[in-house]
């Protein structure tokens, strides 16, 4: 009984590490050459009561993904209120790959 739970256990963690080569080669067979930069934009809008959880899932999703690029997620302030302004100014200084722009620095990062 205790053989046949290993087993099972041990087909199930090679079946996981399977997947987890396959995707890892398909994003390495997938990505272009030139293509190194990552823009990941969180449009905020008022009293938003999940913007820690939104900020820091962006960010836990983009080390996963990290391919040795550049990567940057942009909070985008399409006004909010000061309590969620608070919120995201501290936690993007807990990354370094964060910022909070409202929408004239957001447009001025593309002149």
Known sequence: MLRTVCDIVCVFLLIIGLV???RYAILKIMTVKDDSNELLVLPIYGHNEEA???LRSAATKLRWNDLNNEKLIVC???GMDEET???CNTISLEYDF???YNMN???AMFK
């Open 20 to 22: 987890e080569v396959i």
């Open 52 to 54: 820690e959880f939104l």
């Open 76 to 78: 985008l302030d399409c």
């Open 85 to 87: 302004k608070h919120i």
């Open 98 to 100: 964060m910022r909070v």
């Open 105 to 107: 620095e957001f447009e």
